[in-house]
């Protein structure tokens, strides 16, 4: 299994910026697909994340109302659309796939997201 993260990058408080996530090799159902982030000296952090049966959406308190979660069941690829970003945003942000099953459970390499202010 394979996810590739794209689109981080620095970016002026205010700013925008969309986060995709690439997967291949997935021989498992999928449950979820989602975003985490970690800033220096913090732990992980929950961004987002949607169900692929029901499309249930939940994000963390700090990014609701600026960030939308999607997905193309299609492609096996889930978006991070980021909006108003805030430099408390700043941190490498990490995709993650789940199955039904704790040994499916995957993640990407991350992609640094900076916003200045």
């Known amino acids: 299994v394979l996810l590739v993260e794209s689109g981080g990058g620095l970016v002026q408080a205010g700013g925008s910026l969309r986060l995709s996530c690439a997967t291949s090799?997935?021989?498992?159902?999928?449950?979820?697909m989602g975003w985490h982030r970690q800033a220096p000296g913090k732990q992980r952090e929950l961004v987002a994340q949607v169900t692929i049966g029901g499309g249930r959406r939940n994000y963390a308190d700090s990014v609701k109302g600026r960030f939308t979660i999607s997905r193309d069941n299609t492609k096996n690829t889930v978006y991070l659309q980021m909006n108003s970003l805030k430099p408390e945003d700043t941190a490498v942000y990490y995709c993650n796939i789940r199955g039904y099953y704790p040994n499916d459970d995957y993640w990407g390499q991350g992609t640094q997201v900076t916003v200045s202010s």
């Open positions: 090799g997935i021989t498992f159902s999928i449950n979820r």
